[in-house]
């Protein structure tokens, strides 16, 4: 079986996600980001969303339940998940407790779809190393009319 051109089979049951959310102004025009990667370190799917007016934080959870669902389409059974976003890193592992109510709906989306993975992990990195799924992300807010 070959591959479409633009999407790639799992031939591994893992894979990584880079993900990056984000808005020109906060709340602003707001954008989502996503690389998956193979264990090989193939990029399996690049996308990005243009998603209207949202907080930085929103966009960031849009962007990983926008992944996730991308990745369960896939029928990954294992994800590691790399975000620059140390709240949603944090909140994810249950350091820290959701307490807004915009963010609240979006993290039990989330949560909810990585209980379907049979192992995740997520981490925390620096901005410089989501340089990918960052173009991505601004790319999706360049679809709003700003540069």
């Known amino acids: 079986?070959?591959?479409?051109?633009?999407?790639?089979?799992?031939?591994?049951?893992?894979?990584?996600?880079?993900?990056?959310?984000?808005?020109?102004?906060?709340?602003?025009?707001?954008?989502?980001?996503?690389?998956?990667?193979?264990?090989?370190?193939?990029?399996l799917k690049e996308l990005y969303k243009y998603i209207g007016e949202?907080?930085?934080?929103?966009?960031?959870?849009?962007?990983?339940?926008?992944?996730?669902?991308?990745?369960?389409?896939?029928?990954?059974?294992?994800?590691?998940?790399?975000?620059?976003?140390?709240?949603?890193?944090?909140?994810?592992?249950?350091?820290y407790k959701v307490k807004s109510p915009d963010i609240k709906p979006l993290f039990e989306k989330a949560t909810e779809l990585l209980k379907g993975f049979s192992s995740f992990e997520i981490k925390h990195i620096e901005r410089a190393k989501n340089k990918d799924a960052d173009k991505l992300a601004n790319k999706a807010m360049n679809l709003a009319g700003l540069f």
Do not use: C, F, W
């Open 1 to 43: 079986m070959t591959d479409a051109p633009g999407y790639y089979t799992v031939k591994s049951k893992k894979v990584y996600l880079y993900i990056d959310g984000g808005s020109r102004g906060n709340p602003g025009p707001a954008g989502i980001g996503v690389v998956i990667m193979d264990v090989s370190n193939r990029k």
């Open 54 to 95: 949202a907080t930085n934080n929103v966009a960031e959870y849009s962007a990983l339940i926008y992944g996730l669902e991308e990745v369960r389409a896939l029928a990954a059974e294992e994800a590691v998940i790399h975000m620059d976003s140390e709240l949603v890193v944090r909140q994810i592992s249950g350091i």
